[in-house]
C-alpha cells in the first residue's frame, strides 16, 4: 500500500506583496472619508455649541430686555483707555452661564467686583482659578489647542463692522485693535431687538474666532472664554471675547499657539475657524450659518452693523 503526502500550498512572495499593495490602497482610500466624516462631525458639534449660546443670549434677552454687555467697563465710549481698576465688569460670556445650565458656575464669580475680568495678567488677580477653567460650552471641537492649561475661547460676540476707524461707532486704539458699537454686544452695551433695524436675519451676533492667544503659548499675556478687556502699559486696553468684523475671514496667518505670539493684534478685527473655506457665524435670529472666506469684505462688514440703513454691502468697501 502506497501512501502519498499532500503538502498545502502557500503564498508565494508574490502574491503576498499584492494583497499588503491592496490592503495599502485601501487604507489609503478609507483614512480621508474616516477625516472628513469626523470632521463634518466636529463642524457639527461647533455649529451647535453656536446655536445653544445664541438660544442663551434670546432667552437672557427674555429676561432682561436686553441683551448682555458684550465687555463693561466703568467709562463710556467706544475707545477704552486707561481703565481704573476695578472698573471692569463681567463679559457677555460670564453673564449668560445661567442660561447654558451653568448657573452654579456662574454663582461661583463675584460679577460685582469687576477685579478680574480684565488687567493685566490674569494670574495675579483674585478669582483667576475660576477664569482659568475651560468651558467646552466655548470651545470648537476642531480647534486641537483646548486645553486645561488653554482655556479658549472660540466664540466671539460681535461688537460691529468697520471699513475704518472714520466708521460711524469705530475706533482703533493701534492699527489692527478694533473697537466698535455699531453692531450688538460692545462696551456697556444693552442692545434690544428693537435696536436692529438691519432685520435680524441680516446682522452678526456671534462670530467663530481661533485667534485668541494662549496662556501656554504666552503666560505672561493671555485670555480666556471669562475675559473681558486687557489692559495693559500706558493705558493699552483690548476687547478679548468680542471681535469687529473688519478684516477677511481667516486671513491672519498668525498663531496663537506660538510661543510668545501676540494675537491680540488681530483677533479683535480678524475671524475665522479651523473648519476649511470660512467659519460660522450666528445671526440675531438665532440661525447659524456658515459664512466663505471669500465673502464679499463689503457685505461681510454690513452684516456686523446692526442699523446702517444700507443695504447688504452698501458702503461698497
Avoid at 508565494?12 to 487604507?27: C, F, N, Y
Avoid at 477664569?131 to 486641537?144: A, G, I, T
Wanted: net charge neutral; charged share 15%; with cysteine.
Amino acid at each position: 500500500m502506497i501512501i502519498r503526502s499532500f503538502r498545502s500550498r502557500g503564498f508565494t512572495l508574490i502574491e503576498l506583496l499584492v494583497v499588503i499593495a491592496i490592503i495599502a490602497i485601501l487604507i489609503a482610500l478609507l483614512l480621508p472619508a474616516v477625516q472628513q466624516a469626523r470632521e463634518a462631525a466636529r463642524r457639527s458639534q461647533c455649529k451647535n455649541n453656536m446655536k445653544q449660546i445664541a438660544l442663551a443670549l434670546h432667552n437672557y434677552h427674555d429676561t432682561h430686555n436686553a441683551f448682555p454687555s458684550g465687555v463693561v467697563t466703568g467709562k463710556s465710549g467706544i475707545c477704552q483707555t486707561n481703565i481704573p481698576a476695578g472698573g471692569f465688569g463681567a463679559p457677555w460670556t460670564v453673564m449668560i452661564l445661567p442660561f447654558v445650565d451653568q448657573a452654579p458656575r456662574y454663582n461661583s464669580f463675584n460679577t460685582s467686583s469687576g477685579q478680574y475680568f480684565g488687567l493685566y495678567p490674569i494670574q495675579t488677580l483674585s478669582e483667576s482659578p475660576r477664569q482659568l477653567l475651560r468651558n467646552s460650552v466655548f470651545e470648537c471641537p476642531s480647534d486641537s489647542n483646548a486645553s486645561e492649561e488653554n482655556a479658549t475661547c472660540n466664540y466671539m460676540g460681535i461688537s460691529g463692522g468697520c471699513s475704518s476707524t472714520s466708521d460711524t461707532g469705530c475706533c482703533a486704539t493701534s492699527t489692527s485693535r478694533y473697537q466698535s458699537s455699531n453692531g450688538i454686544l460692545y462696551n456697556n452695551s444693552a442692545t434690544r431687538m428693537r435696536d436692529i433695524k438691519d432685520g435680524t436675519t441680516n446682522t452678526f451676533l456671534v462670530g467663530e474666532s481661533k485667534y485668541l492667544i494662549l496662556r501656554g503659548a504666552n503666560p505672561g499675556y493671555y485670555a480666556t472664554w471669562a475675559s473681558g478687556y486687557y489692559e495693559g502699559g500706558a493705558g493699552d486696553v483690548n476687547t478679548q471675547t468680542v471681535a469687529v468684523c473688519v478684516n477677511p475671514i481667516n486671513s491672519s496667518t498668525l498663531n496663537p499657539a506660538a510661543t510668545g505670539g501676540f494675537t491680540h493684534e488681530i483677533h479683535p478685527a480678524t475671524l475665522g475657524s479651523e473648519h476649511t473655506g470660512g467659519a460660522h457665524h450666528t445671526m440675531a435670529d438665532g440661525s447659524t450659518q456658515f459664512i466663505s472666506e471669500n465673502i464679499d469684505l463689503g457685505v461681510y462688514r454690513a452684516l456686523g452693523r446692526k442699523a446702517d440703513s444700507l443695504p447688504i454691502g452698501g458702503f461698497g468697501q
